[in-house]
């Protein structure tokens, strides 16, 4: 069953359209369960269930037989949720013949649901003229397929939706996730990294005859390549072995596939979508072959597919201008990516894969780019060049919008930009309340540009430097003077405000790619502390560049992430102080700088005391602390709307964590993203955290809060939060409470 279940997938993936998607799933499931007919309706915008695919009724019926979920067998498969297995489906009270379908009188049904997200997208029926009841083994089949299909169908359909549009000159609008509030107007770069065969984006060409040369030059240099590959490696390969050279460069001279490449091309798209979609369309065909050997064939077919790949796209690559509003867009973009972007010309960013709690959102957010994350419906490759916007606040991307929706985005932009405006005034006033309650706000940077805007934002020092950055932006690991310069550029920028540094924190969805970590489990494997312990030359000549850097200044605090045990506390203090020893010895006149303790996961939560009673400071890192103790993955758009700091359980620990820091002594602050949040903001100040780091971005709007309303406000509220069961209610009682004090941190109209 597995690989039946794998090849039509597989197949249906690949399919090009939705309909040739659709109708490759009924004529499978037909074939595969030796039914008569199998039909697929689909939920329309008006609820109504509609044929949208069927083998074995009458092919005239599909779009114009429909039912809402009220009426037919299929409406109460969708109204129910689940599958409906019935032997004889005639005698049924909600059965509903239509004529129209040629229907003979088919006796059994079977029908699951297609699910996705939650949501019903339609109904997957088979039947069948013999009274006979499925076996629970067809019905298992039927119910997989459907759960295995529904993420495709979903995407398909969005695809499909676009494909309408620009046939019809309807606006095309792409679901996602709020990643950093704001919005842009502007044109959408596909971002594809390089010599991934799924993500090239489809690109029009004017000189044809120049593509098809390039094509040529691409192929002539990757043969060169092999062989010269081939020669290098001739005494050490097997006559097998060499054979795989013949195959590759057999492959390259196929000419009815560069035949196929070259049809393409000449319908003025850009080779390397073209060959993209050649290679990927062979790699599925021998994918799926019987023959093992054949089928092994389909690896070497992606594999040279990649290598030309690289080489058309490197060549792009060096041509690549950024229009002045560039939205980039890509199935998966990383902090890195984001370096790479002249960042004059970003004013959006979409991602396929991720959430408002990956890396590259909180990079984003400290950018101030309006974001929307886990987009899965977007057909990116599809968009390269369309004039787009981007909704951050509602997590809603919109593909060549009409000029009524681009008119309503530019009123709405003007009025962002009117409270951007109105924070700003505040810039120079104190964060405190009505009742003169001070809060200092400090920052999170990463990026040498944060600084200047940090600043600018009135910080009064940095609470979480992501010292990872600047590993992340390079190609292999910078030396200790290198290293040393960057962080001198914070520590002086930011004097006499204290800069906290955060020790290397790599592992988990921040890889360096020339140091590569291959775990199942990345986020509970070797990340931040971890790692760094284990190396102690990198951690080593990390600490000595950021004491070197400090001389003079002095004010540098080094925060130690991932700590989940004293002993990797006081190891990692040994350390710092040899590398202290050590700097003193050599003649630098510097103070040891207090070293602190980042909580974030749930054991440092039931050992703050200890952790507290060994270190300068403790720094709530609040996005892996709601990652490890709601078990969601921060990065995973599917269970993105589990991912809630306003979860009771996160609560109860924070005030535990201010509890024991207070008990002996030591400030606790908070760096994760709650800081940020207006009413997040303000519990936590009630909870009585020292201090609020957040990204420079949100920091005028938490002043603007904290300014609003008074400690004693903030406490009731709290207290009035604890004792709700779940996040919903919390967010509920939060929101009432900033409308009702009479904060606005977004557009009226995006108010929700
Ligand atoms: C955190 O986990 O809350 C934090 C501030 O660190 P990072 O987001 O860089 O993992
Ligand atoms: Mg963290």
Known sequence: MLDLLRNITQEVNAAPSLQEAMDLVVLRVCESMSVKVCSLYLRDEGERFVLRATKGLNKSAIGSVSMTQNQGLVGYVAKRGEAINLENAEVHSRYLYFPETGEERFASFLGVPVIHQRIVLGVLAVQQSQRRRFDESEEALLLTLSA????????????????????????????????????AIGQAVVYSPTADLTSVPFQRIEDIDKEIAFFHEALTVTREEIKALGDKLQDRLTTKERALFDVYSAMLDDTSMIREVKAIIRKSIAAPYAWSQVILKHVQTFS?????????????????????????????EKERTYPDNTILVGDELTASVLGEIPQDKLVGLVSVKGSANSHMAILAKTMGIPTVMGAADLPF??????????????????????????????ALLREDEAIVKKYESLRDLPCETLDKHRVPLWVNTGLMADVTRSIQRGAEGVGLYRTEVPFLLRDSFPTESEQSNIYREQLAAFAPHAVTMRTLDIGGDKPLSYFPIKEANPFLG??????????????????????????????????????????????????????YNELVEEGLMIEMPPVG??????????????????????????????????????NNAQVAGLFNSYHPAVLQALKVVVASAHSQDTPVSICGEMAGEPGSAILLMAMGFDVLSMNSTNLPKIKSVIRTITLEQAESLLEQVLLLPDAQAVSECVNNALTEFGFASRPKSLMI
Not at 388 to 409: L, Q
Not at 554 to 565: G, K, T
Not at 604 to 625: C, M, P, T
Request: net charge negative; glycine share 6%.
């Open 597 to 634: 303790v980042m909580i974030e996961v749930p054991a440092a939560v039931y050992q703050a005391r200890e952790i507290a009673a060994r270190s300068d400071f403790l720094s709530v890192g609040s996005n892996d602390l709601t990652q490890y103790l709601l078990a969601v993955d921060r």
């Open 381 to 410: 490759t599809q968009i390269d060049g369309s004039p787009t916007i981007v909704d951050g606040y509602r997590g809603t991307v919109y593909i060549n919008p009409n000029d009524d929706v681009v008119a309503e985005f530019k």
């Open 148 to 183: 295995q299909l529904s993420g495709i169908i979903a995407h398909a359909k969005a695809t499909g939706d676009l494909e309408l549009y620009t046939e019809e000159s309807a606006d095309a609008r792409f679901k996602g996730m709020p990643g950093v509030y704001g919005i």
């Open 288 to 316: 799926t072959m019987h023959d093992p050997y054949l089928r092994e064939r389909s690896a070497d077919m992606r594999d040279l597919g990649r290598r030309v790949l690289a080489y058309l796209q490197q060549s792009v």
């Open 526 to 579: 070797w990340r931040g502390i971890r790692i760094t312990l284990d190396h102690p030359e990198i951690f080593l000549a990390q600490i000595r560049a950021m004491m070197r850097a400090s001389e003079g200044l002095d004010n540098l605090r080094i925060m130690l992430p991932m700590v989940s045990a004293i002993p990797e506390l006081e190891e990692a203090q040994v350390l710092i102080r040899r590398a």
